[in-house]
């Protein structure tokens, strides 16, 4: 299998878990030293702008972030090329109380050779989804 197709089945595992609320597997899916950057650049979900890096501060993404709500993963288009898969991403989080958020995103992943992820970066807008939350 291509670097790319590695990618590729890496990102459609990584929205799979994550709708799953999986967070045994999503984890799993991650090399030992990889970083998650989501959203890029800082925010208040990464102060540093450079990412949770390794999997115990990946982990802590899952539980401070994903683990909020309940989350509709759904790949619109996918791009994989190089050691690489970029996706269109529609994203629908629902909270407790009923109210759900919709991020439309592009996730760029990077997998090594055994088809871990060595790098996922989500890009969308911050301040247009906080907007939802009124």
Not at 115 to 124: F, N, Q, T, V
Request: glycine share 8%; aromatic share 10%; hydrophobic share 45%.
């Amino acid at each position: 299998m291509s670097y790319a197709q590695l990618a590729l089945e890496a990102s459609r595992n990584s929205g799979k878990y994550a709708s799953a609320g999986d967070k045994e597997n999503w984890l799993a899916l991650f090399a030992e030293d990889a970083v998650v950057c989501d959203p890029v650049g800082k925010s208040p979900l990464d102060q540093s702008g450079e990412g949770h890096r390794g999997k115990a501060a990946i982990a802590a993404f899952w539980d401070n972030v994903i683990a909020a709500g309940s989350m509709d993963f759904q790949i619109v288009s996918s791009f994989p090329a190089g050691d690489e898969c970029i996706n269109v991403v529609k994203v629908v989080n629902t909270y407790e109380g009923g109210l759900s958020v919709t991020v439309d995103m592009a996730v760029l992943y990077q997998a090594n050779a055994e088809g871990k992820i060595c790098s996922l970066r989500a890009y969308w807008d911050y301040d247009a989804v906080t907007s939802q939350l009124g």
